[in-house]
C-alpha cells in the first residue's frame, strides 16, 4: 500500500468516526467510471455476482470461529443501532456484509468503512453521478454484468454482492493489491488521497479483535 498524506480534515473526520455511539452523517460517494472489459473478465465478474437469491448461510468450522463471529455480530450491531434501529434489520445487514466480504476475499472491517463513507449506511442512497445503495454501484455494471436492471441494485444482498465483487475486481486484477489506488478507482478518483483516506478513518469504528 503506498504511503497516506492525511490532512487535518481527515484527521478530524477520523477522530469523529472513532466514537462507538454515534456515526458522522458525512459521505463521499462517487462512481465507479465504466471501462472496457474483456469478454473474460465479464464473464467471471458475471459468475461471481451470480446468486439464488437465498439469504447467505454462514459456516464455521469450528465453535469457537462461531464465537468469535457472535461476539463480532453483537459489538458491530450496538455500534449500528442509532442508523438501523431495528435488530433483525442489523443482524440480516451485518450477517451479508460478513459473508459478502468473506466471500470476496475482503476485509469486513474496511467494506463496512466503505459503506459508511460510501451511503452512510443508507439503503436507498443517489449519489449526484447516479451510484446506488449501501456500496454506491454504478448502474451500468447491471449492464454488463448483470441482467440489466439496475432496480435491483437496491436490494441489500445485490448491491452488497456487486460492491464487494467490484472492490476484489479493482483491488487484485486492476492494482495487483495496491488498496490505496483501487480505493481511488471504487470511487472514481484514483489518484487522490481525500477517499481512501476516509475510508481508513471510517473502518477504524469497525475495528474487532474477532472481526
Known amino acids: 500500500m503506498k504511503p497516506v498524506a492525511w490532512s487535518r480534515r481527515d484527521c478530524l473526520l477520523g477522530a469523529a468516526s472513532l466514537g462507538l455511539g454515534s456515526l458522522p452523517t458525512w459521505a463521499h460517494a462517487g462512481g465507479q467510471l465504466e471501462e472496457p472489459l474483456a469478454d473474460s473478465v465479464r464473464l467471471a465478474l458475471r459468475a461471481a455476482i451470480e446468486s439464488d437469491g437465498r439469504p447467505p448461510q454462514l459456516e ?24 438501523k434501529t431495528e435488530l433483525q ?26 459503506i ?26 447491471a449492464r454488463l454484468i448483470g441482467d440489466g436492471d439496475p432496480s435491483q441494485l437496491f436490494d441489500m444482498r445485490v448491491n452488497l454482492r456487486y460492491g464487494c465483487v467490484i472492490l476484489r475486481h479493482y483491488l487484485v486484477d486492476r492494482e495487483k493489491g495496491d488498496l490505496f489506488m483501487a480505493l481511488g478507482r471504487y470511487n472514481g478518483s484514483r489518484g487522490r488521497a ?9 473502518a477504524k469504528n469497525w475495528v474487532h479483535p474477532d472481526a
Open 116 to 141: 459508511q463513507v460510501e451511503s452512510a449506511f443508507r439503503k436507498f442512497a443517489i449519489s449526484r453521478v447516479g451510484a446506488r445503495g449501501y456500496m454506491q454501484i454504478m448502474p451500468f455494471w
Open 60 to 83: 464455521f468450522a469450528t465453535t469457537e470461529a462461531r464465537l468469535k463471529y457472535l461476539r463480532w455480530l453483537g459489538a458491530s450491531s450496538d455500534k449500528l443501532q442509532r442508523r
Open 89 to 114: 434489520t442489523r443482524v440480516d445487514f451485518l450477517q451479508t456484509v460478513w459473508y459478502e466480504s468473506k466471500r470476496a476475499g475482503l476485509d469486513t472491517t474496511l467494506v463496512l468503512g466503505l
Open 194 to 202: 481525500e477517499y481512501p483516506n476516509a475510508v481508513y478513518a471510517a
